[in-house]
């Protein structure tokens, strides 16, 4: 793993996705390894970038209000760029406690 | 003062924790804690199943851990949350507060808790008592609402 390295302007780097809950289930699987364009600058691109991958993805997306991402275990905003996140989550709003 | 946290399948002991928390010390003059138990209000749910996201709760709870001990002169905490299956009447989540003095022990263990339901990666689903699967239980508002007013 080299955390410094920069992030090319061009091309992909690989990342790996995992979904819980509700989300887990209508994307279908719990987590994969995607090659994501470099040029894709926060989690709201990220989001858009993967509906248009296929019907489960858009599905599971649908409500974008509701949808929560965290980058590298910490919570994330539509907003937050994705910087050198190498795990990237989704969820619905949590039920715990 | 650095806090326990712990997300584990298996039940756990309140007065277990009381004990390896403040016994042997004399500095300790409060210890609240929090029980949250799996409740079964229409008389339908076999169990609770609870996924969380192994890794990240630790990191979220330790998070939320930190900002109390910042906020509060705390001599413990302690946050225990399950996962897998939990039937009513079970043990889900054990908060635990210790300081000196009662009011920031009580402040410290109702802000823990607050954050934990908002903020810690857990989902709760019901599995019915007639053996079929039930939905996702949905996020209250008022649990948003119930973290926020430590913000104001």
Redesign the interface.
């Known amino acids: 793993m080299n955390a410094a390295a920069p992030i090319p302007a061009t091309g992909t780097r690989p990342v790996r996705l ?1 979904y ?3 989300v887990r289930e209508r994307v279908g699987i719990p987590e994969e390894t995607v090659e994501i364009p470099a040029g894709l600058a926060t989690v709201f691109d990220l989001v858009r970038w993967l509906k248009a991958r296929g019907e489960n993805y858009a599905t599971a997306f649908a409500d974008e209000k509701i949808l929560r991402a ?1 980058l590298d ?3 994330a905003k539509p907003h937050s760029p994705l910087g050198e996140a190498r795990e990237i ?1 989704f ?7 | 003062m650095t806090p326990l946290i712990r997300i584990q399948r298996e039940d756990f002991s309140l007065q277990d924790e009381i004990d390896a928390l403040a016994t042997g010390r004399a500095d300790i003059g409060a210890v609240v804690s929090f029980t ?1 138990l799996c409740r079964d209000e229409a008389g339908t749910l076999a169990a609770l199943e ?4 192994p ?2 709760a630790e ?2 709870i330790a998070r939320v851990a930190g900002e109390a001990a910042a906020r509060w002169p705390l001599l413990g905490l302690v946050a225990i ?1 399950r996962y897998g299956l939990i039937r009513p009447g079970e043990q ?2 054990l908060v635990l507060a210790a300081s000196a003095h009662r009011r920031a022990a009580f402040e410290a263990a109702d802000f823990m ?1 607050d954050y ?10 019901e599995h019915r008592a007639d053996g079929t699967l039930g939905g ?4 209250r508002a008022d ?1 948003d609402d119930a973290a926020e007013r430590w913000n104001r």
């Open positions: 995992v819980f809950a509700w965290a275990h910490v919570h989550a969820f619905p709003p949590m039920t715990g406690g | 949250g609870l996924e969380h996201y890794g990240m990191a979220e949350h889900i989540v808790m934990l339901k908002t903020r810690a990666p857990f989902w709760k689903r996702w239980v949905e996020a649990d």
